[in-house]
């Protein structure tokens, strides 16, 4: 199982966030990766500065014959096709794709880090996943879901929205 997670807090010239997000999906199915599951969207603010507009975010899951590292290149494709640009960081963008797990390996190099360092403390990682995969299992700290989103502050785990499209 391979978990994904798309995230926008930035319009593009071609539309808004929830375009951003749509037109992810779209592109990562034309690199040949099918998508099996795809949660419901959830807005959190933006971290670590609130007063920058908000995110929308998705969890996906993914099936593919690519390397962890190939996924990465294909997925900074997309981003820059989004008008995605890297300098500050944690600053807002248009689109960012996320490697959360990738069939439970665990790698650690400068590189790449599967699975994502920071997956377990981001309630707009755990929330889509659990939707889409309630029994998954953090390959790293061995916890189930549910797990990590009750050790999430009580703060975390009220700050995020399900919304209806």
């Known amino acids: 199982m391979i978990l994904l997670n798309i995230g926008s807090n930035l319009n593009t010239i071609k539309g808004d966030r929830l375009f951003n997000l749509r037109k992810t ?26 007063k920058k507009p908000k995110f929308l975010n998705i969890g996906t899951e993914v099936e593919c014959n690519d390397t ?8 900074n494709k997309i981003e820059k096709k989004l008008q995605r640009t890297r300098g500050i960081k944690n600053q807002p963008r248009t689109c960012d794709i996320d490697l959360i797990d990738y069939n439970g390996k665990i790698l650690n190099s ?8 920071k997956a377990h403390l981001r309630n707009f990682v755990l929330f889509p996943i659990k939707e889409i995969s309630p029994t998954w299992i953090h390959p790293v700290l061995n916890k189930r879901i549910d797990f ?3 050790k999430l502050s009580f703060k975390l785990r009220n700050e995020i929205t399900k919304i209806k499209e």
């Open 25 to 50: 999906i779209e592109l990562i199915k034309l690199e040949n990766i099918k998508i099996t599951k795809i949660s419901s969207i959830y807005e959190t603010p933006s971290y670590p500065n609130e």
């Open 68 to 75: 962890p590292r190939l996924l990465i290149k294909k997925f």
């Open 110 to 117: 400068k590189q790449l880090t599967i699975p994502h360092p």
């Open 148 to 150: 990590l989103i009750k």
